[in-house]
């Protein structure tokens, strides 16, 4: 059986991969791209500029191409930015991090719904969220975002922030195709890296990036009694 058609479309794609060549304000930067190629200006913290990164025809096509080669039963949908989507979906994204996560977090550091909903709705902040085509409800997201790995510097890096799926669509290679995704991005755009965090008491996590896709501890995570990790596949070396 042939997938379906994703709903992303070429010009959704570049929104979310690129950014104008001469943006000076955040409203420059969110501004939908219409050109197949232009140059990519992420921000950490909506105000650190990134070195320039040239994303090209060429790699969105390729992140077109794989999205539409993915199971059939499910269809991707990407966010160049929570204001993109509808108030029903962001609302899901924080109710599934609340069920996945707010266990974890209380034995950890706290839950703080507050300070999660201001994460997942930072400017900053991409999506891939996918869908079941038969019942065109949402299944599992990924939020992430291109950012500097060190002010002091020049690495940017993909970083993903949250990695969830509804428990009904658990075991399916969800999780998997959703960390590719932002890695492929990632690759296309020049990061040096895709880099997370996971907490110590979240084992299967831990697991997961590991042993399936193959994360590494990496040479900036804490050590001691650190409640966290920091997983990292790298690219490229990081600069010495």
Known sequence: MEPPSTSTS???LTALTLGRANAKTREDFDAPVRAASGVLRAQKQREYELSTVRGGEDGAHDVVSALASLPWDYAFETYASCREMDEATRDWCFELTKTNMRAL?????????IEKRRELNDAGARFIV????????PAAFVHFRFEQEDEHLDAPVGYIYELQCEAAHQKRSLGEILVTLVEKLSKILGMDAVILTVLKVNVSAYGFYTNK?????????????CEYLI????FNPPPS
Do not use: V
């Open 10 to 12: 070429t010009s959704s």
């Open 105 to 113: 977090y209380e034995q950890t550091w706290g839950w703080n719904a």
């Open 130 to 137: 996918a869908r079941s085509a038969s019942t065109k409800q």
């Open 213 to 225: 896709m193959k994360y590494e501890i990496d040479d900036n995570s804490p050590g001691g009694d």
């Open 231 to 234: 997983l990292a596949k790298r």
